[in-house]
């Protein structure tokens, strides 16, 4: 009876983060819907979903990832304080590009803060897969702020990492996270295809563009 009971103690726990990881789910993928379509209730969607998984991460050692949940949390707030700024959702900012050489500068930059960060966890915490979720996490911060500013290339950089993330979940047991990872690179590229197009759009449209 005794070895029972931490076996049904162990089931019931994965039940409740079943339940928990499939709400994190929905609220996650509305929010990447609604992101396409630069729709300010994403930031809602995001908030609920990152909520649900700061404590998710923690629980199974993705201690960068649970870290990185907590600055989403922010960002949700700023991104839609920016996204409604004027009081009108699609006004409040406009989709921008970024010169190839000013990514560049950020992929560096952001990389070397990844192999810091990867070597102090490695090194001073339990953190399971410490240099991939570092990476995952220096990028995420950044790819973050680049959607809360509407810069067009974000989704590439979401593509990316959105690969890697699937890997990472499905070796710690996060199997609809893996599946949602997988929906992500399809929303991603999607994503870049429709902000493209209401970029150039603009650019033919906008008298400022086009001096």
């Known amino acids: 009876m005794n070895e029972v009971l931490p076996w049904y ?19 996650a993928l509305l929010y990447l819907v609604l992101a396409m379509k630069q729709s300010r209730w994403c930031w809602i969607a995001a908030f609920a ?3 649900i998984y700061t404590v998710i ?5 993705l201690l ?13 707030m700023y991104g839609y304080w920016v996204w409604t700024q004027g ?6 900012i406009e989709i921008t590009s970024l010169p190839w050489l000013t990514h560049g500068k950020i992929i560096a930059a952001t ?17 399971a897969f410490p240099y991939l ?30 690969l890697v993330s699937i890997y990472l979940y499905f070796s710690k047991g996060l199997m609809l996270t893996s599946l949602l990872f997988v ?17 150039r759009l603009k650019q033919l449209t906008d008298p400022v563009a086009l001096a």
Request: charged residues 10%; aromatic residues 18%; contains cysteine.
């Open 9 to 27: 103690s162990v089931l019931s726990d994965m039940q409740a983060m079943t339940l928990w990881e499939a709400l994190a789910v929905i609220f």
């Open 49 to 51: 979903s990152t909520s």
């Open 57 to 61: 991460f923690w629980h199974v050692a």
């Open 64 to 76: 960068m990832e649970s870290a990185l949940n907590f600055y989403y949390i922010g960002m949700a």
């Open 87 to 92: 009081g009108d959702e699609h006004k409040g």
């Open 111 to 127: 990389g070397i803060a990844s192999i810091v960060v990867g070597y102090c966890m490695a090194h001073y915490t339990h953190a």
């Open 133 to 162: 979720d570092a990476a995952t996490t220096c990028f995420a911060v950044v790819t973050t702020y680049l959607v809360a500013k509407k810069v067009l290339e974000n989704w590439l950089y979401w593509v990316v990492i959105d």
């Open 183 to 199: 929906f992500y690179v399809i929303l991603a590229i999607a994503g870049f295809i429709a902000w493209t197009k209401r970029w």
